[in-house]
């Protein structure tokens, strides 16, 4: 007579922690994944320095890191940054090619940032805040406050929401960069540069094979900045051998 009673209670509670155990896991993994993103950033030297240097994110020592190497920024540019946001790779363009005019001995060039967020301010660039670059109508307002002037540097730390699915991703960004491809083909001057960033996949060389009927160097970089476990990588095609209609 017992049992009975002990055996539907064994059974609500089994009903009962079905429904609580998958929230409770979806707890713990999302905790364990903030403790890992906080452990990593608190021993990443490169947060720090940006810090001490006033650079919005990390990611502003992959363009310095790129820069120093390749030389593709110069006073008097004319950049256009792809997914500027928070403005990091601004921040270093505008010191490279003198947007901000500090320099008064150099020529003083252009920096146009564009992103779907919210970019805060930064003194010698021309922000396109809450603006979708992937919007023809966007690149079509960047084109009309160029007025006519070509782009000497394209550069996009572009990335699409992560899903999670490896191939999807993969597809995403692949997306991206023909796009960013195709816009600065149209924009830029002979002898231009591009730097856009992908993961490592098999689409890469594909892409590589692609830059280069439009580019006379291409090169796949790696900056030491760029974390290790990462398969992020970047293409950088250099000399743009111009259209016809340039």
Known sequence: MLVKPSIRQFSSCLQIMRRIAPDELKSKT???????????????????????????????????????????????????????????????????????????????????????????????????????????????????????????????????NATGVRSLDNENIIKLCYIVLRFAVQTSKKDASLLMKLWQCGETKQLENDIARFYNNVKIVKPNSSRSDSTEIFLLGRNFKGLKNN
Request: proline fraction near 3%; hydrophobic fraction near 35%.
């Open 30 to 160: 999302k905790s364990t994944s903030s403790q890992h993103w906080l452990s990593r950033q608190l021993s990443d030297p490169y947060v720090e320095k940006a810090k001490l240097m006033n650079y919005r994110c990390r990611s502003a020592f992959k363009l310095i890191e790129i820069d120093d190497k390749f030389k593709i920024l110069h006073p008097g540019h004319t950049v256009v940054d792809c997914g500027a946001s928070p403005g990091s790779w601004t921040q270093v363009a505008v010191k490279r090619v003198n947007s901000d005019g500090m320099k008064t001995d150099l020529c003083k060039g252009t920096v146009l940032a564009i992103d779907r967020q919210q970019i805060y301010p930064i003194e010698g660039a021309t922000i396109f805040g809450n603006m979708d670059f992937t919007a023809l109508e966007s690149q079509k307002k960047i084109v009309g406050f160029l007025n006519g002037k070509k782009a000497d540097v394209i550069v996009s730390d572009m990335a699409s």
